[in-house]
Nanobody, 125 residues
Framework: QVQLVESGGGSVQAGGSLRLSCAAS????????MGWFRQAPGKEREGVAA????????YYADSVKGRFTISQDNAKNTLYLQMNSLKPEDTAMYYC??????????????????WGQGTQVTVSS
């Protein structure tokens, strides 16, 4: 059974940084995709960043390009999201998810098989 546990959220002022972690266990797939999504109050959940284990390919939403970096530490089975130059509009609950097989579009939520419980990020102006 795959389990994903996010951590690293918190409150920060605009312009600050946070690093989110997603500890994964039970993964037996060789090639898969992991993604970070977020959901702000009153808004739909949206894709933020995606990481493909086959080749280490990454994708980012336009709203976070140049500010966020997704990475994976295979030895620790952990996915990271480094968030710099944070803005109040980045305030949301952030979720990590895994998709196997890793096809069908980075932002298509129905392609993700397992989700974490989320970690809250609050950015004040």
């Amino acid at each position: 059974q795959v389990q994903l546990v996010e951590s690293g959220g918190g409150s920060v002022q605009a312009g600050g940084s946070l690093r989110l972690s997603c500890a994964a266990s039970g993964i037996t797939y060789r090639n898969y995709r992991m993604g970070w999504f977020r959901q702000a109050p009153g808004k739909e959940r949206e894709g933020v960043a995606a990481f493909y284990t086959d080749g280490g390919i990454t994708y980012y939403a336009d709203s976070v390009k140049g500010r966020f970096t997704i990475s994976q530490d295979n030895a620790k089975n952990t996915l990271y999201l480094q968030m710099n130059s944070l803005k109040p509009e980045d305030t949301a609950m952030y979720y990590c998810a895994i998709a196997f097989p890793p096809y069908g579009g980075s932002w298509r939520e129905e392609k993700y098989n397992y989700w974490g419980q989320g970690t809250q990020v609050t950015v004040s102006s």
